[in-house]
Structures are given as structure tokens and as C-alpha cells.
């Protein structure tokens, strides 16, 4: 069973910057899909961004293209999210997720991930 630990949430003032981490600490991540989905009280959970592995493809929601990057440190088997430039609106828990199937393309649906972190919280408040 794959199991992932996202960190790196915490309480920033808008405008400011976090870098969230997602690992696997027993599976190597960089043969499958990841994204980043984010969940606001009453609202659906939406998803923010992904990596392919094929290519290194990345996908952004309109909301935080510009914003947020997604990228990978193999050497490290780990997936961040820069967020840059936060608004309160990005206020949220956020997850991250893969798929598991080797080499696939990546989407924004929560449908298309298998395997989900507990999610950490970010707060963007003054």
C-alpha cells in the first residue's frame, strides 16, 4: 500500500511564500503521477496542480497559474509546491496524491489519484 506524508502547511500573511513536501517514504515517486488538490471548508475539493512523469508534463488551475510551482527532487523522492504570492483565498488543506500507474499523463481530477497524504493546513490570514 502506498502511503503519503504531506508537510510544510503552517499560517503566512498574504503575499507571502510556502513550499509544501510530499513523500513516500516507501515507494519511489518519480515513475508515477502526483498532484495537489486542495480542500476549503464547504467547498468541493479542487485540484491545484500535477506532475507527469512523462516529460516532467505540469498542470496548474487557472487560480494559482503564475503562483504556485510544482516540481520534483528524485534524489530526495520528494514533490513540492512552491506557493508565492498567497492570497487568503488559497486558505485551505492541501493534499497530495498519485496515481500509481507507471508513466501515465496527469489531470486536476481527483478521480484520476489512487493514493492521498493526510493533508496539511494552510492558512493565509492577516
Known amino acids: 500500500q502506498m502511503q503519503l506524508v504531506a508537510s510544510g502547511g503552517g499560517l503566512v500573511q498574504p503575499g507571502g511564500s510556502l513550499r509544501l513536501s510530499c513523500v513516500a517514504p516507501r515507494w519511489t515517486l518519480d515513475r508515477y503521477s502526483v498532484g495537489w488538490f486542495r480542500q476549503a471548508p464547504g467547498k468541493e475539493r479542487e485540484g491545484v496542480s500535477c506532475?507527469?512523469?512523462?516529460?516532467?508534463?505540469?498542470h496548474y488551475a487557472e487560480s494559482v497559474k503564475g503562483r504556485f510551482t510544482i516540481s520534483r527532487d528524485n534524489a530526495k523522492n520528494t514533490v513540492y509546491l512552491q506557493m508565492n504570492s498567497l492570497k487568503p483565498e488559497d486558505t485551505a488543506v492541501y493534499y497530495c496524491?498519485?496515481?500509481?500507474?507507471?508513466?501515465?499523463?496527469?489531470?486536476?481530477?481527483?478521480?484520476?489519484?489512487?493514493?492521498w497524504g493526510q493533508g496539511t493546513q494552510v492558512t493565509v490570514s492577516s
Open positions: 506532475v507527469s512523469p512523462i516529460d516532467g508534463d505540469t
Open positions: 496524491a498519485t496515481d500509481g500507474v507507471y508513466g501515465s499523463s496527469c489531470g486536476l481530477g481527483a478521480y484520476e489519484y489512487n493514493y
